[in-house]
């Protein structure tokens, strides 16, 4: 019973430590955070944060390895989407993905702002591209039928569905995580031209 007392009490630390980060990224920026500014946010002392952390760069490290794992574990399993996603059908594995980051909102924000760190970028953009689009994605079609190497389309995909989600993330996450996942499923069937209502010229 005790033990199982003392790991909620890490859990609630470590959450109201993760919330203190998120918070203090978003109003001043990673890199102006103190360890003072952690506690007092966290209504901790230094020796409660020291126990679980470092630093804040560890801490940092720490929480962003979490949110990884956690959106990685959201769409395992997910293989053949193509088979059953269209222009009228999310990606399963996408609503999950987006339920995910909706509830890490405060942090995923934060964390992909100018004052948040340039380096979940690279890590988030190199989840998706080794976990997902080139085990999913380029699995699912025939490589002697692209029009472009694969390097550059996955770049290319990856890349739009991150700015897509930093921009639901800014704008507030009006649309629910189905109709965010349904808007990256058109997008991606058919094209940002085709989405934008560009017509092709026939003559």
């Known amino acids: ?27 001043k920026g990673f890199n102006h955070i103190s360890i003072t500014d952690l506690t007092r946010r966290a209504d901790i002392n230094r020796g409660t944060f020291y126990l679980h952390y470092d630093d804040k760069f560890d801490l940092l490290e720490k929480v962003e390895n979490e949110v990884l794992q956690e959106l990685y574990a959201h769409h395992i399993g997910h293989i053949d989407f193509l088979n059953i996603a269209s222009i009228d059908t999310p990606m399963p594995y996408m609503i ?17 702002s100018p004052k948040g760190d340039p380096a979940f970028y ?33 770049a290319y995909v990856v ?7 930093q921009e639901w993330l800014v704008g507030g996450m ?4 189905e109709d ?7 997008m991606f ?3 940002p031209f085709r989405v934008s209502g560009f017509k092709y010229r026939t003559d």
């Not at 999950?96 to 992909?112: D, P, S």
């Not at 965010?180 to 058109?186: E, G, P, V």
Request: hydrophobic residues 45%.
């Open 1 to 27: 019973m005790l033990n199982t007392s003392n790991d909620r009490r890490t859990i609630r630390t470590k959450k109201m430590i993760r919330n203190a980060l998120s918070e203090l990224i978003e109003e």
């Open 96 to 112: 999950k993905i987006l339920k995910q980051i909706r509830e890490n909102a405060t942090f995923m924000k934060a964390i992909l």
């Open 122 to 154: 690279i890590k988030l953009k190199q989840l998706l591209e080794t976990k997902l689009f080139e085990k999913r994605v380029i699995q699912a079609f025939e490589r002697d039928n692209l029009l472009i190497p694969d390097t550059f389309f996955v």
């Open 159 to 165: 890349s739009a569905h991150i700015g897509v989600i």
């Open 174 to 177: 009006e649309q629910s995580p």
């Open 180 to 186: 965010m996942a349904l808007i990256l499923s058109k």
């Open 189 to 191: 069937f058919l094209g």
